[in-house]
Structure formats: structure tokens, C-alpha cells
């Protein structure tokens, strides 16, 4: 069994930045966020290779947001900046083992709680 556990979450005006941790309890698993805004389905967001740090991008987000990870702390961040009140939303990091539908929420095994993300216009 794996927890995540993350943090940085909160209030931010449009323009402004937050940055998002997730610290897993074991290792060698792909990483992603997820979002999921109310009443909406949950959504890809990005995600990342433990290994190789070969990242993948929604087209929402790329250009404005980066995935990154610290193997020797066992988390992965999401910086994001350029943050629009359509990215309000509560965010999810998820981890698992597949390399196949790697946008698909279905395929990861283990979730976090869910960390709050609200940007004012």
C-alpha cells in the first residue's frame, strides 16, 4: 500500500503561481496529477516517469504548468504559473505502475486526498 500525501494548495489571483508536493510512501511509480473541478469529471493534468522523468502534458496546462520529481525525497512538485480561475479546482496526485492510458485515472492504483486550488479573477 502506497499513501501520498500532498500539500501547497490555496488562494491565488489570476497570474499568480502555487506549487504542489506530493511525497509518496514507496517507489518506482509513474507519477501524475489529476484535477477535478465541482460537478466535473476528474482530469489529466501531467504526469511523470519515477525513472526516466519523461513527462506528458494536458494541452490546457503545457507551456504554464511543469511536473517535476526528487527521487531522493520520494515527491513530485507541479509548478504552476499563469494560473486563470479555470484552473480552480481540487488537485490529485496519483500513482502506478502502467505506461499505457497514462491520462486515464483508471490506470493508477494509489491517490492522495486532495489539495484545494482556487485563483481568483
Known amino acids: 500500500q502506497v499513501q501520498l500525501v500532498e500539500s501547497g494548495g490555496g488562494l491565488v489571483q489570476a497570474g499568480g503561481s502555487l506549487r504542489l508536493s506530493c511525497t509518496a510512501s514507496?517507489?518506482?511509480?509513474?507519477m501524475a496529477w489529476f484535477r477535478q473541478a465541482p460537478g466535473k469529471e476528474r482530469d489529466f493534468v501531467a504526469t511523470?516517469?519515477?525513472?526516466?522523468?519523461?513527462?506528458v502534458y494536458a494541452g490546457s496546462v503545457k507551456g504554464r504548468f511543469t511536473i517535476s520529481r526528487d527521487n531522493s525525497k520520494n515527491t513530485v512538485y507541479l509548478q504552476m504559473n499563469g494560473l486563470k480561475p479555470e484552473d480552480t479546482a481540487v488537485y490529485y496526485c496519483?500513482?502506478?505502475?502502467?505506461?499505457?492510458?497514462?491520462?486515464?485515472?483508471?490506470?493508477?492504483?494509489?491517490w492522495g486526498q486532495g489539495t484545494q486550488v482556487t485563483v481568483s479573477s
Open positions: 496519483a500513482a502506478g505502475n502502467s505506461n499505457t492510458n497514462i491520462g486515464s485515472p483508471i490506470i493508477y492504483d494509489y
Open positions: 514507496g517507489r518506482n511509480y509513474r
Open positions: 511523470i516517469t519515477w525513472a526516466g522523468g519523461y513527462t
